[in-house]
């Protein structure tokens, strides 16, 4: 069984930086993607980071030069380095992670198969 669980979410001022963790278990693909995903109250979930099992990365256009995805293979974890965060940046944060088919865009909801519960991130000004 497939289990994303993401921490380090929590209350910042802007211009601050946080670091969320997906510990991952269960996943056997050797190829794939994972991803962050995040929504705010009142809009859709939009993809922020993805990589790849070979180490390619995508970005938003939003989150690029600021945002840094990693991944910790002997950990089994995902990270999400978010640094220079903007008010614009509140929302619920998901990490995600692909089946054994995908493909297309790393930053498109449809390409993933398992989710977690997501982690809040607060940015005041």
């Known amino acids: 069984q497939v289990q994303l669980v993401e921490s380090g979410g929590g209350s910042v001022q802007a211009a601050g930086s946080l670091r969320l963790s997906c510990a991952v278990s269960?996943?056997?693909?050797?190829?794939?993607?994972m991803g962050w995903f995040r929504q705010a109250p009142g809009k859709e979930r939009e993809g922020v980071a993805g990589?790849?099992?070979?180490?390619?990365?995508r970005y938003a256009d939003s989150v690029k030069g600021r945002f840094t995805i990693s991944k910790d293979n002997a950990k089994n974890t995902l990270y999400l380095q978010m640094n220079s965060l903007k008010p614009e940046d509140t929302a619920m944060y998901y990490c995600a992670a692909s089946g054994g088919l995908y493909g297309g865009s790393m930053l498109d909801q449809r390409n993933y198969a398992y989710w977690g519960q997501g982690t809040q991130v607060t940015v005041s000004s």
């Open positions: 269960g996943y056997t693909y050797t190829g794939y993607y």
């Open positions: 990589i790849s099992s070979n180490g390619f990365t």
